[in-house]
């Protein structure tokens, strides 16, 4: 069993930058891949990035290509993901999700078996 917690959304202007945490529970972290995904008012829940166990290997939406960075710290049990250059439309609820253990990062939903409550963020023009 994996516990997921978000933290650092927030209200931010457009361009600004937040740092999203994800803190996990469990001793199976290090062997998963991780990822983020949003979900935005009246829309589905879309990719944002992954990453794969190790931290080599990372995967971005179109949303995220060159505005966010995702990391993990394997000894902290945390995956971070750096925002910068937030627009409005980035507007969403933030979760964190950790893969199968027998995927190395993908960008499918149901590839992931543990889900996090989520993260607002909130981008004002």
């Known amino acids: 069993q994996v516990q997921l917690v978000e933290s650092g959304g927030g209200l931010v202007q457009a361009g600004g930058s937040l740092r999203l945490s994800c803190a996990a529970s469990?001793?199976?972290?290090?062997?998963?891949?991780m990822g983020w995904f949003r979900q935005a008012p009246g829309k589905e829940r879309e990719f944002v990035v992954a990453?794969?166990?190790?931290?080599?290997?990372?995967y971005y939406g179109d949303s995220a290509k060159g505005r966010f960075t995702i990391s993990r710290d394997n000894a902290k049990n945390t995956v971070y993901l750096q925002m910068n250059s937030l627009k409005p439309e980035d507007t969403a609820v933030y979760y964190c999700?950790?893969?199968?253990?027998?995927?190395?990062?993908?960008?499918?939903?149901?590839?992931?078996?543990?889900w996090g409550q989520g993260t607002q963020v909130t981008v004002s023009s």
């Open positions: 999700a950790a893969g199968s253990t027998y995927s190395t990062g993908s960008s499918r939903q149901r590839d992931y078996d543990y």
């Open positions: 469990g001793r199976t972290f290090s062997a998963r891949p």
């Open positions: 990453i794969s166990r190790s931290g080599g290997s990372t």
